[in-house]
């Protein structure tokens, strides 16, 4: 709950800079060391109006919004917000030259070094969540001085200055992948939210503990939908490639993770006892009502960022538009009947909705008939021997 501030603020102030940068990069548009210049004019800028509004909600709203959390803590994980900010932009400035060798590393580098910083000052110094944040806030700083370290190669050869014509261009196409993002992240928060509003700030220990584990099954679309956005841009003037490679791939993330899934609800409630005891048993009910939406959730996200190549990321924000009322308005209803289960079940209701919106536009736009992108072909097979001999 601590860091929900920090996080809420990184996400709904991003303006979509990050997901403008990869689409304008992987067009080949733009120069990197001029989308890294245009980034931090809006960074700086940004950084100071979320850290106002921070300071605002938490004088005023602390104890209304966040019962029982620490103001101090409040503040402390305010300073985390301008790093992950920068950290965010930055990273996608790789995403957009495909460049996944550096991205993969600076992804992991941030919660290794957090997991690392966290076991010492949680466990041996007893620092409890002053530790974890502490832990959290150097995980992102040291990310944050690898990505900049590494970005100075692209600058030798290319022209460094902030362009006003792409910062017009980057808000243009960012502000409707960010408010469709900033729906997503409702979306995705939202059950968290009325979990600690209408049931307790224990419940929602647990309930993230379901999310936490559960959401590992996005690995597989979440890697995918990294590596494809930038892949589909540049397919812009090649339409059959384009109109071929997403129902494959939608196709190959679906049914891997459905693997995955059958797999974890079998042994969820061992899992969650090994890994974090029979004190949050709970949330192995929760991880069963939350899988169904989590599935058919990475075909969707397969299929938006086919949507977002093609330069409509608005579709995808009328779609969470949508969602987060059916979202909001399911778990107002389930959560006092159900419980966390009922806060699960509502989030599953919303995801199978988006998947519903997002495959009939996707067939709408790719002219793809709506059932290929779940519809198994001979070439899966052949993709799947490939892969495994190269495995």
């Known amino acids: 709950m601590t860091l929900l501030l920090s996080t809420s603020l990184a996400k709904f102030l991003n303006l979509g800079i990050a997901p403008a940068n990869v689409y304008f990069l992987g067009q080949k548009r733009i120069s990197i060391s001029v989308a890294f210049a245009t980034c931090l ?130 808000l243009s196409y960012g502000w409707k992948a960010h408010l469709s993002n900033i729906l997503a992240f409702v979306n995705y928060k939202a059950d968290i939210f009325m979990v600690n509003l209408l049931l307790s700030s224990s419940d929602v220990g647990t309930y993230v503990i379901a999310v936490s584990l559960v959401e590992r099954l996005w690995l597989l679309s979440s890697a995918v ?73 990475s075909l969707a996200r397969a299929l938006a960022n086919d949507i977002a190549a093609r330069g409509y990321p608005e579709l995808n924000m009328y779609v969470s538009i949508i969602v987060v009322v059916v979202n909001i308005l399911s778990n107002s209803f389930l959560i006092p009947k159900m419980g966390l289960s009922g806060a699960a079940l509502a989030t599953s209701i919303s995801y199978i909705s988006t998947c519903i919106l997002i495959m009939f536009l996707y067939s709408r736009l790719s002219k793809n008939h709506w059932w290929e992108p779940i519809a198994i072909q001979k070439q899966d097979f052949k993709i799947i021997l490939r892969l495994k001999k190269a495995i």
């Open 225 to 297: 939908s990294t590596v494809t956005l930038p892949r589909l841009a540049a397919l812009h003037q090649n339409e059959i490639a384009r109109k071929t490679l997403t129902p494959i791939i939608a196709r190959l993330v679906f049914f891997s993770t459905l693997m995955g899934a059958l797999l974890l609800a079998i042994f969820s409630q061992k899992l969650v006892f090994i890994l974090f005891g029979p004190e949050f048993s709970g949330a192995s009910d929760a991880i069963l009502w939350l899988i169904p939406g989590i599935v058919v959730l």
């Open 41 to 170: 004019q809006l960074w700086w800028k940004l950084s100071l109006i979320g850290t106002l509004i921070g300071i605002l909600i938490i004088y005023f709203k602390a104890n209304t919004w966040f019962p029982s959390t620490s103001q101090f803590l409040l503040y402390f994980a305010l300073l985390i917000f301008p790093v992950s900010l920068l950290q965010a932009y930055l990273i996608s400035l790789f995403q957009g030259i495909q460049d996944f060798k550096n991205y993969n590393k600076f992804l992991l580098a941030s919660p290794i070094v957090t997991f690392i910083v966290a076991i010492i000052l949680v466990k041996f110094a007893n620092l409890g969540v002053f530790g974890a944040l502490s832990a959290s806030a150097i995980g992102t700083l040291i990310g944050l001085l690898i990505c900049l370290s590494a970005l100075k190669v692209y600058f030798f050869a290319d022209t460094f200055c902030h362009d006003k014509k792409y910062e017009r261009k980057c």
